[in-house]
């Protein structure tokens, strides 16, 4: 076993292309060890996406919050003013029922007024003829001397 042998498994060894190129292998290990840098670059990546999609989200669940708060808030005020309305609707409701009877006792009223005149007319009219029927006849009648 000589050193030519030793020679000839070196030249084996050799990472030369056959066009002189060194060639580069990389070992198993190596390999492995880039993948998990490149899934450790691509995990880290991914982790600051949802970060910042959870701030995001965060934001938007906070103004979702004073939203609804505002909702809330108007919904309260909706029903009071929705029973002050209901209230006020009732209201006028026994306020027109009071006009229309205060209407029916206008017209009967007013109703009973030309009566009354009808009736002060009639008795005028009565004691009119009848001074008018006493002057005739103490016209008629010959005066004493």
Do not use: W
Request: aromatic share 2%; net charge negative; proline share 1%.
């Amino acid at each position: 076993e000589s050193d030519d042998e030793y020679a000839e498994e070196d030249d084996d060894d050799d990472n030369d292309d056959e066009d002189g190129t060194e060639m580069i292998t990389v070992s198993t290990s190596e390999q492995t060890g880039m993948a998990s840098f490149a899934a450790h670059e691509q995990l880290t990546s991914k982790l600051k996406v949802a970060q910042v999609e959870c701030k995001a989200l965060r934001a938007s669940l906070r103004e979702s919050e004073k939203t609804r708060e505002k909702l809330l808030q108007e919904l309260v005020t909706e029903r009071g003013s929705k029973e002050k309305l209901d209230t006020l609707e009732s209201r006028v409701m026994e306020l027109e029922e009071d006009n229309r009877d205060k209407s029916l006792e206008i017209q009967g009223l007013q109703s009973d007024l030309v009566d009354v005149k009808d009736l002060y007319r009639n008795q005028l009219t009565v004691l009119l003829e009848e001074k008018a029927s006493t002057l005739a006849e103490a016209a008629k009648a010959p005066e004493p001397d």
